[in-house]
């Protein structure tokens, strides 16, 4: 399909929407005063038309001339614009369906009788249901709301959390040993680099002795990493910081105009890594070691099952680790633990991945946790363990897609390395 030909079939679907959450409005409104209308009206049509003109500027070859800052302002409109919507339109379909009904109905009662005209014509027309318009309306304000303090809110509220791993195998040395994780930064998607500082500040005031970065530094473009190199370059640990690359880093879902541009973007990713002074791990790995002991610390690229990348070679990173008394692999996708690593490696004792953001929605209150991501991946957010393997998940620095987050929030990850 011609891309033009799609763009317009997609802003013509969001006008058809705005059109008809319109109606709803208007049914509600209808008593209120000429001004308080005429101002209701202006604000609800004025936001629409900002977001259709991001939209269409956006996607019609203008994003080079936008700022991060207006990319970011006109997507968040879009989504908190429409999204919402979508609920508000379900009820006044089931009310639309249900006038239908009844008409449909009427007519089949009344076919056999002679029609009289009605005194009153306005008894001939099935009018809406104000419990359902007044539901879509509210159906639609909820969200929009929750998204609203979930980008000014949830977006960077970074969260520290604290996790315990008994490991037998673990040399008298490194007992004790902490690890910060931090994974999917998505530079692309940041709007405030205050706040980016202030979450980097958080994770080093903890000391880690280690830390690692389980991928996706960009949304697509090396570019994106630049106003924040001085931000993470200050990442530092006494033993290291360790890095990989996430599905993201490689730009397969940016158009490139040739093989050869996808693949210096690859590069920047990497020179990046090592700008920061990050030790990026491409199917390799390092030996750490104090005094006589030694754990080893993998790194893959990505391998996701399914339909994501699979460039990660565990056997290659793995070979030469072998007498390590304690392995560390750094995957950035966690289905890489089921189909991969698990049965390939069973002396394989934590890995570290990230990927799934916990879908940037959901809730956690004490031991319960819940997200659409749960769906789609069997471990999505924190501590797994099947037999003497971990798995652990974090659920992102940053984000993509929906700039902010409702209910799971950023995550600094700080694990304790214990022996039994």
Known sequence: MNR???????????????????????????????????????????????????????????QESLSRGMRTF?????????????FGVVFLLVDDLARAGRWVWGQLGNASLTPVASSNP????????????????????VPALTMGYGILSGAH???IRR???????????FDGIRIAQISDIHTGSFYNRTAVQGGVDML??????????????????????????????????????????????YGDYYQWPSMEAKRKNLQNVIQAHQVMGWDLLINEHRMIRQGSDQLAVLGVENWGAGRFAKYGKLNQAYQ???????KLLLSHDPSHWDAQVRPMHPDIDVMFAGHTHGFQFGIEVGNFKWSPSQYIYKQWAGLYQKDAQYLYVNRGYGYLVF???????????LMELKRA
Request: no cysteine; proline share 4%; glycine share 8%.
């Open 403 to 413: 700039p902010g987050r409702i209910g799971i929030l950023p995550e600094i990850t």
């Open 163 to 173: 996790v315990t791993v008994t490991l037998p195998n673990l040399p008298a040395s």
């Open 74 to 86: 006109f997507f968040s409109l879009l989504f908190i614009n429409y999204f919402p919507k979508l």
């Open 320 to 326: 030469g680790s072998e007498e390590a008394a304690v």
């Open 204 to 249: 080093l005031a903890e000391k880690p002795d280690m830390i690692f970065f389980t991928g996706d530094l960009v949304n697509n473009m090396a570019k994106e990493v630049n106003n924040y190199i001085n931000v993470f370059e200050k990442v530092k640990a006494p033993l290291g910081v360790f890095s990989t690359l996430g599905n993201h880093d």
């Open 122 to 141: 306005s008894e001939d027309v099935i009018s809406r249901s104000e419990f359902l318009v007044k539901t879509s309306l509210i159906a639609t304000a």
């Open 4 to 62: 033009l030909v799609f763009i317009s079939m997609v802003a013509l679907i969001f006008i058809f929407i705005d059109l008809y959450i319109f109606q709803a409005l208007k049914f509600i409104t209808h008593n209120f005063s000429g001004l308080g209308k005429r101002t209701l009206y202006l604000v609800y049509w004025g936001v629409t038309l900002l977001s259709l003109s991001g939209f269409l500027i956006y996607n019609l070859g203008g």
């Open 157 to 159: 509220d970074y969260r």
